[in-house]
């Protein structure tokens, strides 16, 4: 150390008499002062940082001279393009074959042992499948009595069957969309209208349908010998929250909890809780 030049603006005299300890500081800083002003003139053109990443001030990347070739792969490289799907996958075929002779015009006839082949995936139009279900009431010819059919097990209690149902939940839960957001949606793409309200109870039935499948999960988390527990902050609202979260090699629970502490882990994992710092 003593024998390395001072840093500029200090005399030899200046850092000969500052200690070890505080040159080896200076030094220190100096270096990451150094590290941070290169990391801040990086641009693309001497780093792999994307041009536009590049700050307004920085200098534009030179123009690369044209090489006289056109633009995307070239003859000869492998494409990556989009795999076709087998035969037996494949809905509709339509063979596309030439009538005339392209040389003298005569007529063609025959196949192609290997035409070429382009498939194009099209989604199908929705349009949502109405079923009215109508309950009689008859009268009894022997004995006058009126009795009415009862409605069927298979048929749903509301208005809107379980597909459309799993779809609001899919929608609102897994994706994050607002109940506007998922009345937009089935409009447009099932036309299918619900009101907003409606989105809000089919949300209702989702949960409940749900709520034996999350605490039967819950009971087999809790019979695990191991399971790796964590939990984070969380608002609801304008109210803090924390997400605790319980994961298995199988299956993975979670709840938002009022708590951070060992109650919210007891609730979460059962009473028999092991912790280990």
Known sequence: MSDQAPPAGISEGEWSATPVAVRV??????????????????????????????????RPRPAKEPTGRKSGGQPGH????????PESEVDQIIDVRPEHCGQCGALLWGDDPAPERHQVTELPRITPV?????????????????????????????????????????????????????????ATLYQTEVSVGGIGGLQQAVSAALAAPVVEAERYVQRQPVRNADETSWREKTQRRWLWISVTPLVTIFRLLKTRGAAGAKELLGEVVCFQG
């Not at 500081?25 to 003139?41: D, K, P």
């Not at 492998?78 to 799907?85: A, I, N, P, Q, T």
């Open 130 to 186: 109405v079923t009215e279900y109508r309950r009689h009431c008859l009268w009894c010819g022997a004995c006058g009595a009126r009795t009415q059919a009862v409605w069927p097990a298979t048929m749903p209690t509301g208005s809107f069957g379980p597909r459309v149902q799993a779809t609001v939940g899919y929608l609102t839960g897994r994706i994050g969309a607002s109940q506007r957001e998922v009345q937009d949606i089935l």
């Open 78 to 85: 492998e494409g990556h393009g989009r795999k076709l799907k």
């Open 25 to 58: 500081l200076v030094m220190g800083l100096l270096q990451r002062v150094a590290q941070l002003e290169a990391r801040l003139n990086q641009t693309s053109r001497n780093s792999s940082k994307p041009p536009s990443s590049d700050p307004p001030s920085a």
